[in-house]
Each structure stands twice: as structure tokens, then as C-alpha cells.
């Protein structure tokens, strides 16, 4: 992006860090408690310069906290996930006085539900479901803009799948919404996503339908839309970003252990 009197056209330097602990506690034959810990860190550089020539940088700082705690329960056809969670951010924005977006600092405490269901409708075909939500809530004062309002918001997170599986094979649809930060702008966002991927044997090319295939289509496609959450009124911001991708690609395996790609 140009923002007014600074010039953009930079390389944009990133760290990024992260790391992430869980246990796992079999209660009983089909029950699992699973807690967990995570935290991550970025810096987003864009080595802007003024209209002079001179360092004029805009400085992304983020920082992620968080634990989760998942219960499992498991029967022959079914099974039960629910989750509890909370997120810690601490979003920090250093940007010139002629930036479009100026400084600011956030800190949001997030927590979060979810309730997954997933279902063997026969051996082939499955489906998941899952439902939950997200609070928003920020905490704290900015000191370069202390005035500044700050609200909560309410998010509903969903998604769902349905997947079609052979013995060599695997077909798979899932579309969901999920609220998460993205570090690198320091900003919390709103993704919406779908995919398609196939990956099965091609038995007009090679005739191994019982035994492991030579030759396999691998193929994907898939589109995204994420929207920026405004931290002052807890609402997501006007505008979208919207992406899209395709792939396809050929696996040939002439022997158990070998596999060549295109």
C-alpha cells in the first residue's frame, strides 16, 4: 500500500516465533481430556521511507497467550469434542503521523467455546460439525490515544465437512468461520473459508484397483475471506479481502516407498 507522503514499495521484514505443549489423559476406553498451552510472537518491518528518503517505518509487534482444554468422548459411529479456551494479545501498531492507520496498542483477554459432533454415516461417507463462539475483550488503556473507546464483541465460529473415503482414496468438502488475530498486522480478523480436495486413483491409467496404486490425481481448490475487527466498536470493518486458489498435480509411485509429483 502508499500511504500519503510515505513511499511503501519496501521489502517488509518478518520474525516470527511460536511454540505450543499438551497432555493427553485417557479417563476411560473412549474418553480423553487433552490441555494445552501455546504462545507466539511477530514483528512486521515494512521499511518505509519519507518522501526524503529517510527510515519512516511502520513496526507491527504481536504477542499471543493462550491455553485450551478439550474433552473427547468417542462411540462406534459418533463422537463428541468440546473445547474451553482463552487467548491473550497484546497488538501493538508504530506507524509515522501521515499513516493511514496510526499508532495504537491493544490488549484483549479472548476466550472461547466449541462443541465438534462428528458422524460415520457408512464406511465411506463422514461428516463433522462443530458450533462455538468467541468474546472479544479488550482491556487497558493506549497511552498514545488514552481517550480512545473500546468495546466487546460476540462472535459466532462455525464449520462443517463431509468426506468421502476409499481404500486408496479420499474425497472432502469443509467450509467454516473462525475469529483469530493475525500477528503480522496486529489485528484480530474474521475468516471465512471453503475447500475442496481430491486425492484418488486414476484406473484409466493404471488398472490397480486392489492393490496400491501407481498413479494418483491430487486437486485442490478453495477461496477465503477475512475481515479486520475494529477494536473501538467490537464490529467487523467495511471491506473484505477475498482469495482464491487451485492446484492439481499427478502422484506416481512405481514401487512402495517412492514417489514422484507434477
Keep these: ?20 505443549a499438551s497432555l493427553s489423559w485417557d479417563t476411560g476406553r473412549n474418553t480423553q481430556i487433552t490441555p494445552s498451552v501455546f504462545a507466539s510472537y511477530s514483528r512486521a518491518d515494512d521499511n518505509g521511507v519519507d518522501v526524503d528518503g529517510n527510515p519512516d517505518p511502520t513496526i507491527n509487534t504481536s504477542q499471543e497467550y493462550g491455553s485450551n482444554l478439550a474433552i473427547s468422548r468417542s462411540w462406534r459411529d459418533n463422537s463428541v469434542d468440546l473445547e474451553a479456551g ?7 501498531r508504530v506507524a509515522p503521523i501521515t499513516a493511514m492507520l496510526g499508532s495504537r496498542l491493544d490488549h484483549q ?22 458450533v462455538g463462539g468467541v468474546y472479544v475483550h ?4 493506549d497511552p ?4 480512545l473507546a473500546q468495546a466487546d464483541g460476540l462472535f459466532p465460529v462455525f464449520g462443517g ?36 480436495s481430491l486425492a484418488l486413483p486414476l484406473p484409466w491409467l493404471d488398472d490397480s484397483r486392489r492393490r496400491q496404486p501407481k498413479l494418483v490425481g491430487l486437486a485442490s481448490a478453495g477461496a477465503a ?12 470493518v467495511g471491506g473484505a479481502f477475498l482469495v482464491g486458489s487451485i492446484d492439481a498435480g499427478v502422484g506416481y509411485s512405481p514401487r512402495p516407498g517412492f514417489t514422484y509429483g507434477l
Design 161 to 196: 465437512a463431509v468426506a468421502y473415503t476409499e481404500v486408496w482414496g479420499r474425497a472432502s468438502f469443509q467450509a467454516r468461520r473462525d475469529v483469530a488475530p493475525n500477528l503480522l498486522i496486529a489485528q484480530n480478523t474474521i475468516n471465512d473459508s471453503a475447500q475442496l
Design 86 to 92: 482463552v487467548t491473550v494479545l497484546r497488538l501493538e
Design 1 to 20: 500500500s502508499l500511504d500519503q507522503g510515505i513511499d511503501r514499495l519496501h521489502s517488509i521484514d518478518t520474525i516470527t516465533g511460536n511454540g505450543n
Design 144 to 147: 498514545g490515544n488514552p481517550d
Design 109 to 130: 483477554i479472548n476466550p472461547r467455546l466449541r462443541a465438534a459432533w462428528r458422524h460415520d454415516w457408512t464406511r465411506r461417507w463422514s461428516s463433522n460439525l462443530d
Design 225 to 236: 475471506r477475512t475481515q479486520l475487527i475494529d477494536s473501538q466498536t467490537g464490529d467487523p
Design 138 to 141: 479488550p482491556y487497558g488503556v
